[in-house]
């Protein structure tokens, strides 16, 4: 019997509307004649998903007990023995209650493939096993019911039923996903924009791979060699040198341009280990690659050119960046083409970009002036002359003629001179004499024999020194000069670094130490004030190789490493300077910040004396008339008029002491000496407490306080204050009959407590001002208070290490969270 076809729909997150397509396709494939049953569909009371189900034939569930509740599952074996062209089986990664004959629903599935039934079903992205941590990092929430990736691999179509996060959310406070009841709760926490935008992106990035991998298959079982250009990817190749970085960023730009585009850097590394770039260059490098969305790789291999090619090709690259050599042409000419030469003739159908930069060549370093060529050089010029001038006599003993004598010294005097190009002074000078000897050897009558007859022969053996000299001192000359210019290039770039560097205050501290130590090539740079280390770069050496410096009037630099030379001392000078400057700007900054909080404290104390100028006054004047009119003896008072000044003065008298309490909490919260005792707390000792102190009971909030709450980490004065302020709000803003909820919910590690109202809200722009002190949205009567209550629960909210935000509340309304850590119970648990 053949295997059923496995078709999947695959969603970011729950209300897409994956069971709707389902059912759709369902309800199309049947009026095409395809014999189409319903296993087990959930419509969640969604009345637009339940109304597809008309129409289609649904085997009926079983029933299955566990702990004296009814559960209904997938009936597998009516459904096998059904034998339906096509089964509906909705939530793939379900978990069937105790006593089924499989402890999955995708097991389920597997037994009807097995059967030759093709099966439809649907899965959310958070149920593939490989992406559980993933999800639960981004949402905060854990999700137990999960599928393997093998399973979902396996099917022979897979579908993304995609919505955008702001329609889902919109679907969501209007109620079609979820009951009113619980849409507060989703909207702040599972479905918040970002979590919804996050899961999308990992569902599409998910099929993506998917579908690429099948691609890959494709083309191993039909042995195709060649790339596909399905989308762009883009390989890096990385030495470990600072250019790196450039090349990164380059190759993040080309793959940019194409939709799909996909980053890879890659470092070769030498099977004996020998060839290394700079390990923590090659660290930078890699977080700079994540950073930019792609991925770093290690390969190893003695032939670079190769190694990178092969990996491209195994890659399915379509595009190559390379830095650009820096070797001269006749370095090149000499050890052959470069790595980029070679790369672009072995690449084939790979574009290569060769892409300049201004640092090359591994770590930066300052050239030395003291020589002209490298010792490199100086051995190449040796071995020419060796090697060189032996095969120059065999070639030209092979063509003696009578009248070759001129062309045989021409011959030798361009050996020589490219020695002196190569090799500098002394191999030029020691091929000049090893000339004029095998010259007077092998062509000068008598032959085979190291005697000078005639004065013309002298002279040629002369002139091959002085040719020899001269060029050498020209060779030697423009060697110097340019190193000279390439150490001024370099100090000029050194020099721009730490200048740029002061305007960045603090961080370029670091810079200009690590900028110093890579410089001059020292194993150590440590930046001290006093005694304290600021910054440090490299591990220091011993006493014995520590140069100090001092930098200002506190603080010093020391050098781990060589004795800097006389023109490092004077760029060192300059550097000195700037950390100087450096250290000056931090300082300075910080005295601006300190003085942030004091013109905020100004500010606060401004806005106090002005309500102790004026609310204040409100108050007090009611309570003083009321107060003296009671105590006037020529006016006649009815026992109702005494009352009402009785109840006017204790009325103001009592939002007076409230004033005053509230006005030394605000003073303690800017002074920042707010008593917070913090220990674990549960909701249910909090909330009762505060309804209390409101005097309103249950039947005017309604309250939604889940049973698992875990307890939270504040004090619970405070937090009964806060409870109390925003729910006094809520019920003076709530509309009649209407009343505000208290709501809670664990999420993240945190515990959020939401206060709802239904009343007018508060524009968008306001949100962040009625957290300031004295903010009023125009209340003028006299229990309102001064503007302090929501100030004040912020303030107690934040030192308990928590959050209060304003959001709106769906379909109109303002809703206060509070956002609180979990406690450590098990710090508890030991100390009792």
């Not at 008309?54 to 034998?83: M, N, Q």
């Amino acid at each position: 019997m053949a295997r059923g076809h496995l078709r999947v729909m695959l969603g970011a997150a729950p209300g897409v509307g994956k069971t709707y397509a389902m059912l759709e396709e369902g309800r199309r494939l049947r009026a095409l004649g395809t014999d189409v049953v319903v296993g087990v569909v959930e419509t969640h009371g969604r009345a637009a998903t339940a109304s597809l189900l008309e129409g289609l034939e649904v085997v009926p569930r079983r029933v299955v007990e566990h702990r004296g509740i009814e559960l209904t599952e997938l009936d597998l074996d009516a459904v096998l023995a059904r034998a339906p062209e096509l089964a509906l089986v909705d939530e793939l990664a379900h978990t069937n209650a105790p006593g089924s004959q499989h402890q999955k629903r995708w097991e389920d599935v597997e037994s009807m493939l097995a059967a030759g039934i093709d099966v439809m079903s649907t899965v959310n992205i958070q149920h593939i096993e490989s992406l559980n941590d993933v999800v639960e990092q981004i949402t905060g929430a854990q999700q137990r019911e999960t599928i393997p990736d093998s399973v979902l691999r396996r099917a022979d179509q897979i579908e993304v039923v995609d919505l955008a996060p702001q329609a889902l959310r919109a679907r969501l406070a209007d109620g079609v996903v979820y009951p009113a009841a619980r849409v507060d709760a989703a909207l702040s926490n599972y479905f918040r924009l970002g979590n919804l935008t996050a899961l999308r992106e990992l569902a599409l990035l998910w099929l993506a791979d998917e579908v690429d991998s099948s691609l890959q298959r494709y083309r191993a079982e039909h042995g195709i060699a060649g790339k596909w250009e399905a989308r762009e990817r883009v390989v890096v190749a990385l030495t470990g040198g600072p250019e790196g970085d450039t090349l990164v960023r380059r190759g993040a730009r080309i793959a940019a341009r194409s939709t799909g585009g996909e980053l890879l850097a890659v470092h070769v590394t030498s099977q004996d280990g020998l060839r290394e770039g700079s390990p923590g260059t090659l660290a930078a490098q890699r977080s700079l690659v994540e950073q930019l969305g792609g991925s770093y790789h290690q390969v190893i291999g003695n032939d670079i050119p190769q190694a990178l090619v092969d990996f491209a090709r195994g890659s399915n690259a379509t595009q190559l960046v390379i830095g650009v050599s820096r070797r001269s042409r006749l370095a090149a000419l000499l050890t052959g083409p470069g790595i980029g030469a070679t790369v672009t003739r072995e690449s084939g159908d790979i574009d290569v970009h060769i892409v300049t930069h201004s640092q090359a060549g591994g770590r930066f370093s300052l050239p030395r002036i003291g020589g002209g060529l490298t010792t490199r050089r100086r051995v190449y010029g040796f071995v020419i002359a060796v090697v060189g001038i032996p095969l120059l006599t065999w070639l030209l003993s092979t063509l003696r003629t009578a009248d070759s004598m001129t062309s045989n010294v021409l011959s030798y005097q361009l050996l020589i001179v490219l020695v002196a190009l190569v090799g500098g002074i002394w191999p030029a000078l020691c091929a000049a004499l090893l000339a004029g000897i095998t010259l007077d050897f092998f062509f000068v009558e008598p032959l085979y024999t190291i005697r000078i007859s005639e004065p013309l022969h002298l002279l040629a053996i002369v002139l091959f020194l002085v040719i020899a000299t001269l060029v050498s001192l020209v060779v030697d000359l423009a060697a110097r000069r340019s190193r000279a210019a390439t150490r001024a290039g370099a100090e000029a770039e050194l020099l721009a670094t730490v200048a740029g560097g002061v305007i960045r205050g603090e961080d370029s501290l670091q810079a200009l130490v690590s900028r110093t130590r890579e410089a001059f090539g020292l194993s150590g740079v440590r930046l001290l004030h006093g005694d304290d280390v600021l910054t440090t770069d490299g591990e220091p050496a011993d006493a014995e190789h520590t140069q100090i410096f001092p930098v200002g009037e506190h603080a010093t630099l020391e050098l781990s490493g060589h004795d800097l030379e006389a023109a490092d001392r004077r760029l060192l000078a300059v550097i000195l300077s700037q950390l100087d400057a450096a250290l000056e700007h931090s300082e300075l900054s910080e005295t601006a910040s300190a003085l942030g909080p004091l013109a905020e404290t100004d500010r606060v104390r401004s806005a106090l004396l002005a309500a102790v100028g004026h609310d204040l006054r409100r108050p007090l004047a009611a309570a003083t008339a009321a107060v003296t009119t009671l105590h006037q003896k020529d006016i006649r008072l009815s026992d109702d008029d005494r009352e009402a000044l009785l109840e006017t003065a204790e009325e103001s008298l009592s939002s007076l002491a409230s004033l005053v309490t509230n006005l030394l909490d605000v003073s303690r919260v800017q002074a920042g000496v707010l008593a917070v005792s913090l220990a674990p707390t549960d909701l249910d000792d909090i909330v009762p407490s505060a309804l209390d102190e409101l005097s309103i009971g249950p039947a005017e909030v309604d309250l939604d306080l889940p049973t698992t709450l875990p307890a939270v980490e504040t004090d619970a004065v405070l937090l009964q204050r806060v409870l109390v302020n925003l729910l006094s709000n809520a019920l003076r803003f709530s509309p009649p009959g209407v009343r505000p909820t208290i709501a809670a919910s664990a999420f993240g590690g945190h515990v959020e407590v939401r206060v709802v109202d239904h009343g007018p809200g508060i524009p968008g722009e306001r949100r962040e001002a009625v957290f300031v002190p004295f903010q009023r949205l125009g209340d003028t009567d006299n229990d309102t208070g001064i503007g302090l209550g929501l100030a004040l629960s912020k303030g107690f909210v934040e030192g308990m290490g928590g959050t209060l935000d304003a959001e709106d509340t769906p379909g109109g309304g303002l809703t206060m969270v509070v956002s609180l850590p979990v406690a450590d119970t098990s710090i508890e648990e030991g100390r009792t």
